[in-house]
């Protein structure tokens, strides 16, 4: 049976993003295959190493969370990554033989990094009072432009500012501001402000929390994570391809090095969840827009009524357009089909309220949280109970790591203790 094997880095409590980017899939997965899922906690610490203080409870959440989701620790080995000291092992070895290029030119290394720095120029802007307006301006450059300098000033689109963030960052020739710092003036902000923060980007602190060999190294560590059981596929979204691809080149150097023991891992793609936050970013703790599995029903309904609607639609007789709203975005996923057809029709024809529209929202996304409540709740009721079955799967989990781990030792000639 094909072996698949995909992990979660424990940052806290799930949200529906996660269930429908990852759970449901694993739900699937684990009728038909040979899984193991793992909580990746050591891959937590590579950009979060400073405050580990809730790393522990992240984890319990994880177990919890998974549990009362459906994965089911009799047809998958569930297991936490630093109960298997053997990945920290290969991941050594397997440094050992990788050129540091590889890293380097890894796109999701540089990837994070634009992360970084972006969240920097729009934490720094927002700070000096300038509003980052989220809705993307549907008309030209110049019309967005006459409306962002217009009578209400220090304002910018973040769709522009983002646009030559991006130029700026991925410049065949290195960073270069020039063209940001011109976009910036053009909006009508203030010269002061747009050198000293491009100065502090070039210049200052930016970006070297990640500047370290944990965090550069982490594709070998997950190399280690699937090679170390031969996994033959592994569940990825569109941005990890090429981690994948790390993973296959290291197995084809250490093959070729020393013996052909690992198996090439196939990517099982596996496709984003779209459903936004409720303020229409995507779903993110840290924009605080979550809808998390662990809300009650009182903080879903909270969180339904302040979803955005269609922003034209001021009053109830106005016609709606569902298309741009986000409260419909979550009734394609929740309500039934003949339902969310009906909405459709009648909130283009102004024949429903958005407070009652939410309301039908609130019931089916309730209905579909409450059996996850209600095993959250007998798992609460005996946590160590739970935790046991962990500790089991990161035994079994071991055993079959350390095999792999004496093929290795002897493939390198290396001493076995
Ligand atoms: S009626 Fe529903 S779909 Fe239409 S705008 Fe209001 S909340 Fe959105």
Redesign the pocket.
Known sequence: MKKVLSGMRPTGRLHLGHYLGVIKNWLELQEKYDCKFFIADWHALTNKYKDTSELKENIRQMIIDWLSCGINPEKATLFIQSGVKEHAELALLFSMITPKSWLELNPSYKDLKFNLYYQYLRDFLAGKQIKIIQTPPSESFDEALKKATGKQKNKIFEEYLREAFHRAFYNQKGIDFKGLKEMLIKFGIQKKIVEEVVRNLEEGDVGKDIDTLGFLAYPVLQAADILIYKADAVPVGEDQLPHIELTREIARRFNNLYKEIFPEPEAMLTEASKLPGIDGRKMSKSYNNAIYLSDSKEEVDKKVLQMK??PQ?VRKTDP???EV?I??DY?RIFTDKETVED?DKK?RKAE???VE??KILSKNLNRFLDPIRERRKEIEKDLPKYEKMFFEGTEKARKEASETMREVRKAMKLWEF
């Open positions: 609607t269609d639609r709606g357009n569902p709203c409260v419909f009734h909405i909130c429903i309220g958005c529209c939410k």
